[in-house]
């Protein structure tokens, strides 16, 4: 697996194939238990199996599957531990890597974006990525003024694939969220592609990453690579010297990293807006680079991938956004009530008892209640199971809400941020990063 697959029949039957694979598996499964062997020990093996099969094609067809792969990944903390256990190894593994393409078409994109002397501009490039993702991979190379640089190429095709992946995963939303339970997948791709085409717009990219190393530029904890050039196809940054992500944080790191590089995460995602009238709506972690320090101890934290963002209208965080956060979490259900229709979040004929708005959302402002909140995988599948559970009496809340569309990429983001501090077990300084930066949260003075 060397490139792009093209052929939009051969990518719409791998990914066809993926819910066929998991009934075909149940059926042998069956078999199996009718043959003494244990049921638990059948489902474990079934599961290890499909999440093989799901995050292996997920990850070889990269595109809009591989996209859709690592979005589930930044969830996967919501999902019991015995759906999770076999899955975790194959989702981690979708935040920090992907097969890589031909060195050739890494020249033929510098070629058509620079000019024909695109060598005297870029005068080193490294044969082998040093990253590769979704709809593109990094080379690392040398400017002419000296800078290492990060030299960043889409994939031949991957507009196309983007969009047919997309729309193939829709029509089998149904089937593959029997792989996943626990997770609503068609809102999930819907979100997905409503943002394929500013994902593919590299001069787009460009420019908000440019805003944002000017933003913070300087500061003690987070660094974001300055742009040198962008094409259609290619994006050149300045080179950041990291050989981790928070996903080996995820995966190995001790309790200080995790609640250090918690902290700084949390940082970034709320003071981004006000410094620069967006919101970084990519939270998964090969987005967010560890930067080693000389003692060993953690350090600073660099922010990649500046394809996805939310544009604020307003140039920051909505102020009712805080507010109502604030409402929620000194438990006043009727002032909750009214915000969230004066948001739109309640439509105006739609009746829902204050009480049981209240005590659905609860839970989810809980980090605010104390100064300092432990996330863990146990406290996300515990959200996630009582929302999804008929029996509970907060249960038919969720089906009155409505989520407008001025808020679905700050929701995706704020839901995926915090599967990703699920993931981590940070300790975080939750409430006071609220109070300092959350327009609204602050009480009023």
Do not use: C
């Amino acid at each position: 697996m060397t490139e792009l697959p093209r052929k939009a029949v051969a990518r719409t039957a791998r990914l066809a194939a993926l819910p066929l694979g998991y009934a075909g598996r149940n059926a042998i499964g069956l078999g199996k238990r009718i043959g003494g062997k244990p049921a638990e020990a059948v489902m474990v093996e079934i599961q290890q199996r499909t999440a093989d099969q799901l995050f292996r094609t997920l990850g070889e067809l990269k595109g809009g599957a591989m996209k859709f792969g690592q979005a589930l990944s930044v969830l996967e903390a919501a999902l019991p531990d015995e759906v999770a256990g076999p899955y975790r190894e194959q989702l981690t593994r979708l935040q920090d890597s992907a097969p890589p393409m031909p060195t050739q078409l890494v020249r033929d994109a510098l070629e058509r974006d620079l000019g024909p002397d695109w060598q005297s501009q870029l005068v080193w490039l490294d044969g082998g990525p040093t990253a590769a993702a979704s709809i593109g991979q990094v080379h690392k190379g040398r400017w002419h003024d000296g800078r290492e640089v990060a030299v960043k190429v889409q994939y031949p095709g991957a507009g196309d694939a983007l969009r047919s992946d997309l729309k193939q995963l829709s029509r089998l939303a149904r089937t593959i969220g029997s792989l996943v339970p626990g997770v609503d997948i068609k809102p999930l791709i819907e979100e997905l592609q409503a943002r394929t085409e500013d994902e593919l717009d590299y001069r787009l990219e460009a420019d908000a990453q440019r805003t944002f190393a000017a933003a913070f530029r300087g500061d003690p904890d987070i660094s974001i690579p300055d742009v040198l050039s962008a094409g259609d196809t290619t994006l050149i940054t300045e080179w950041m010297d990291s050989t981790s992500s928070l996903a080996a944080v995820i995966a190995s790191g001790t309790q200080e990293e995790r609640d250090h590089y918690g902290d700084l995460f949390v940082r970034f995602l709320v003071t981004g807006p006000e410094r620069t009238g967006m919101l970084h709506a990519d939270p998964h972690p090969g987005n967010y680079r560890i930067l080693p320090t000389e003692d060993g101890r953690p350090g600073r934290m660099g922010v990649l991938d500046f394809g996805a963002v939310a544009r604020l209208p307003e140039g920051r965080l909505p102020t009712a956004m805080g507010s109502l956060i604030r409402i929620a979490e000194i438990k006043d259900d009727a002032q909750l009530l009214e915000g969230l229709r004066n948001e739109k979040f309640v439509k105006p004929n739609v009746k829902i008892d204050p009480a049981l708005l209240l005590d659905y959302l609860s839970p989810f402002v809980e980090p605010t209640r104390v100064e300092r909140f432990r996330f863990s995988r146990e406290w996300m599948q515990g959200q996630f199971q009582r929302v999804n559970n008929p029996r509970d009496p907060s249960y038919t809340i969720a089906l009155k809400l409505n989520l407008p569309p001025s808020y679905l990429l700050i929701h995706r983001t704020w839901l995926g941020a915090i599967g990703v501090l699920s993931q981590l077990q940070a300790e975080v300084a939750f409430r006071q990063i609220l109070t300092e930066h959350l327009p609204g949260f602050a009480e009023p003075s």
